[in-house]
Structure formats: structure tokens, C-alpha cells
């Protein structure tokens, strides 16, 4: 496993396990086994959460993760995938999300919440429906017109618009307003989906970005709008909470971002307020390589520790021997996803223990 490779940069503390908390600015998680952000499509018809993400996100926060990061949750409606995603620009939003993290946080969980731009892979089906995350929604069909940086589509999505210098200002805009709204409604740590082929990706890669003006070209243009979105965040965003980056580490194709590049993003992030690297890679375009060995993107978490920036990540982690391994030698902390949708309990279970010292006391009389 990719996970054993990872030389670690600086000496594991022995007494570290997934288990044991972690400190983020003024945020102590109390433990370093969290819930990966996933997509529920499921908002109301204004973008607000509804009973199935209080059902959803309650029973994994009562199931012994020390952090839930709700899902890719939009900044502006033009910033959406789907027409059923979470957003954060409206006072409606604001109030059903305030319910939502109160809910995590009265079952013992700690509330965090994914910020997304969607850009060109923007006004998509939902997976479960008959036109699916490949396939174009029309403006005629409720969908709407993408942006990106450049008029290159994702697969079979709509041909973005190229967007102006106006459309960067105002979606930065969108970002402070939305990381202000996320404080408001009570959440303690925020993410962004800044991987996946996700806006900021698409103006980090070269393979998406082909602007000639001061947002592309060379390294320095095409970090632009990456660190700009990582300001606009940290100035609506407190300075006690802390800002967690879902960022692409190298996009697995010739002439795409490199882990060189992502060096250089990383430690200028730090500066400008990055608590923690969530390590992602490839995804900006169908042909990238997935990764499928669990953990397989830990490989790279050496080379920003090294710089001093704690890291996560995510990928196939179905066992809790899996923890262990990569906690604390490759990385500080683990966001497990798609075994979590299968049984809220997982981490829970995972723990091992004594139930009644570890399970909620409600469920005591079942061991
Ligand atoms: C149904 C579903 C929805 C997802 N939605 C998001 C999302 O909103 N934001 C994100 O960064 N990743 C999203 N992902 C990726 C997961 O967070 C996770 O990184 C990925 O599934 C790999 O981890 P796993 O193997 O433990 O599931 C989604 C994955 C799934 C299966």
C-alpha cells in the first residue's frame, strides 16, 4: 500500500494515535477520524438542508467521528453541480444550517462545513436521475450557463464562459460572504473543495486554464485566483477557526499540475492562513488516473509536512488497521467517505474498546 512509502518528514510522536485529539487554531477535534464531505443532493428548492441531512449528518456525528465536514456547499447559485446542492448565500440558508451544526454539535461531533465553486463542472444532473453528473442541464431546463477561466468544457458539460475579471471579483465576493455565513450559522471549521477539477482547480491547471491576462500563464498567473479565493476566505472566516483546503497535489498527467507546483501553492496557503492540506489528486479531467489503492495520495503528504503544514486525506479506507497505519506516520488526520454512507457507526466500531466507555450511553443496554 502506497501509505507504507510515505517517509515521514518529522518524528511520529509514539503516543499519537487516530484516536487522540488535535489542535487547529483555537479548535481541539477530539479525535483525527473525520467524515469526508459527500454530496447528498438533496436541498430544498431554495438550497437549504432539509430533514434527510439532519437524519444524515446526526447519525454520524453520534457515531464517533471528531469532525463532520458537511458536503460541497455553494457559494452563489451559478456556483452550484446540481440544482439540489447545499448553498450559503441567502439568510434561509443560513437558518437551516445553523440548525444542521447545532444538531452535530448536541451529539458530540465537532460542525465543519465544505465551501465548492463548481465552475465548468456547474448545471449537471443529480447522479440517481435520468441525465446523471455527465450530462448538461439547460437554462430552459432549470440548469444555467457555467464559468470558467476558459471556454473549455469538462466531458459532455456545457461550453463554460470564459470569465471576466468582474465575474472573479464578484465569486470572490461569494466566497467571503459565504465563509461569514458559515460562521453565523455556528459551524467551527471550514473547508474548501478546491480539488476535483473544482474552479480553483481549473484555474491552477494548466490543462483547464489557457488565459493570457494576469489570472493564467505561467505558475504565478495561474496561482492567482487560487490564493485570492484562500483571502477572500480568510477575510470573512475568523482568525480562532480554522480553514481546511481540499487541494489537487498533482493532477497524474503530462503537462497538468505537479507536485513541484503544489509545493509552491501550499506554502504560500500557509502564509495566507491554510491550517490543513486535505491531499487530493487528478479528477480535473475524465482521462486522469484514479486513484484506487486505499490511502494511495498519502504518498505525497512527506513533502508539506516537511513545510510544516499539518495533512489529511482521503481514499478507500474500509478497515480500522488502515488508521493506524497512516496516523501519525503519513498523515494527521483521515476524512473516510464512502464506508461511512454504508454504516454511520463505522468509526465507532473502528474504535474497539469497551462499548460503554466509548458508544453513546443510549446505546449501552445493546452490548
Ligand atoms: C456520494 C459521494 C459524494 C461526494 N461528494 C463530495 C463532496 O461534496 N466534496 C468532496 O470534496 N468530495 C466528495 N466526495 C469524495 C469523498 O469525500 C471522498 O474523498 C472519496 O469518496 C474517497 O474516500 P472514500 O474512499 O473513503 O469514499 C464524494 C464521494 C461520494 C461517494
Redesign the pocket.
Known sequence: MAITSAAPDRPADAKTTPWTSIRLRELTLPNRVWL?????YSADEYGAPTEWHLAHYGARAAGGVGMV?V??TAVAPDMRTTARDLGLWSEHQVGAHRRLAGLISSVGSVPAV?L?IAGRKSSHGV?WDNTGTRHPVAPAAGGWQPLAPSPLPFSGLATPRSMTADDIDRVLGDLERAARNAHRAGYQAL?L?A??GYLFHQFLSPLANQRTDAWGGDLEGRLRFPLAVVSALRAGWPAEKPLLI?APVSDLLDGGVTADDAEILVARMAQLGVDLL?I?SGALVPEAPRPTE?LENARFAHRFRRLGVPTAT?????EAHQLHRAIPESVDAL???????RDPYWALRARGGRPTEVWPKQYHRAF
Not at 469526508?36 to 447528498?40: A, F, I
Not at 482521503?314 to 474500509?318: E, F, R
Not at 476524512?335 to 454512507?341: E, H, S
Open positions: 469526508s464531505p459527500m454530496c447528498q465536514m458536503e460541497c465544505q465548492g447522479p473547508g473543495q480539488s476535483n481540499r486535505d487530493n486505499p482521503s481514499g478507500s479506507v474500509t476524512f473516510i467517505g464512502r464506508a461511512m454512507l
